[in-house]
Structures are given as C-alpha cells and as structure tokens.
C-alpha cells in the first residue's frame, strides 16, 4: 500500500501548485492554482480530494476536514476557529504536477504568529496506553530513531475498527515547529499498524484516527524522536 511521504519539505522539487487559504465568518476557503494559472487535477486521496489538517500553533488543536469544492479551483467548509494561531497543511494528489505539502498559517484576523519565539510545551507520553470515549488503544512502536523505517502499532484492546476513508485508520504526525507533515495510512487493508520515517530528531505529536460505530475517534500522542 502506498507509503505518504511526499510530505517532507523538499526543497529540491519544484512545487507547481499554489494554495491560498482565507478565514472570514467561520468559514475556510481555499484557492488552487497550478504554474500555468489553471486549477489542478485531482486524483481521489483516500476517498477525497482534497485531506485538510489544522492544527494550532501550540498542537492543543487538530481538526481533519473535507471541504466541499466549489469549482475547479475552489474549496470551502465551515469551522469556528477561537484561538489565535494555526497553521493548515493541504493534502492533495494533483494529476501530473509536483506538489510538496508545506505548512500555510490560517489568516484568522486577530492571527499572532509567534513560531519564532513560541514553546509548545510538549509533554512526551511515557504511557502508550490511552481510554478515549471508551475504547482503549495501546500504543507500540520501535524506537524513535531518525532515518530507519519505524513501525507504528496501535491495538485497539474493547472495539472493532471500521473503514474509515478507505482504511482501518489514519496517523498524521507534525513536528513541534509545526513544519514537518506527515500523514500514513496501514500497512495493510486488515490491520492498524503503520509505518513512517524521520529525517530529523526533535519532538512531534501524532493523532491517531479510529473509527468506531460510525464515530471517528482521535488518539493524541507526543513522541521524542533521536
């Protein structure tokens, strides 16, 4: 199954597609363009279009959403966002265009951009076991080394994942500069085991998305990685 890793920031291909996001009204619209001033054409990613994740600049905040398009290059959904910073990553797979997804700051109005000065204050989860609406996940990985194939098991112990956009689950992990994207899917069809890898050490938070009973639970976890 295919490995989502054109999500590094990759300074070596060129990026053929421009994204621009405005907030106004609590509601997000997003303007797709390609190099020659057209909208692109998307491949279905997972069931959709087009993935949007937001986060806040402090990682407290996550929301994984599916604007509805518009037209050929415009997408729209509705979101009340409270706080001040956040920053979108758009995931898309354009029809014969390079793309690299890189991190857009959400213009919110009163939006403070404090990336250069701003700790998040990560706490790292030393317990891999986590209870959310009541279903229990433990959390088992290799060990968190840069530039070695990792493996991401997650054993969902009193529930039944189901399908959720095309597989059992999905992990998007975010650096703590809120830089660094990264968004992979299971191994398999059958499973919840991922595998990703980290080309720089540091902290990062992963969200851990289960479907159960028609419901989409998120599993939050801060991970050191050497």
Do not use: C
Request: glycine content about 6%; cysteine-free; hydrophobic content about 35%.
């Amino acid at each position: 199954m295919e490995q989502h890793h054109k999500n590094h920031l990759d300074t070596t291909v060129e990026n053929e597609i421009q994204v621009t996001i405005s907030y106004q009204n609590n509601v997000i619209k997003l303007y797709l363009e390609d190099d020659e001033r057209n909208g692109p054409e998307l491949e279905l990613n997972h069931e959709k279009l087009l993935h949007l994740i937001i986060v806040s600049e402090d990682l407290n905040e996550y929301f994984h959403l599916h604007p509805v398009q518009k037209n050929n290059q415009a997408f729209e959904i509705d979101i009340e966002l409270t706080g001040h910073s956040y920053k979108a990553f758009v995931d898309i797979k354009p029809k014969r265009k390079n793309y690299t997804i890189k991190g857009i700051s959400v213009p919110t109005g009163d939006n403070i951009d404090t990336r250069h000065n701003m700790s998040t204050g990560l706490n790292i989860d030393e317990q891999g076991r986590k209870e959310i609406n009541g279903v229990i996940v433990e959390f088992q990985h290799d060990s968190f080394e840069t530039g070695k194939d990792i493996k991401l098991n997650f054993n969902i112990k009193n529930a039944i994942a189901e399908p959720y956009l095309g597989a059992l689950g999905h992990v998007v992990i975010i650096d703590e500069k809120v830089e660094k994207f990264i968004h992979v899917h299971p191994i398999s069809d059958e499973s919840t085991l991922f595998q990703t890898q980290f080309d720089k050490p540091g902290l990062y938070k992963l969200w851990a998305e289960f479907k159960f009973d028609g419901a989409v639970t998120v599993y939050p976890f801060v991970i050191k990685v050497f």
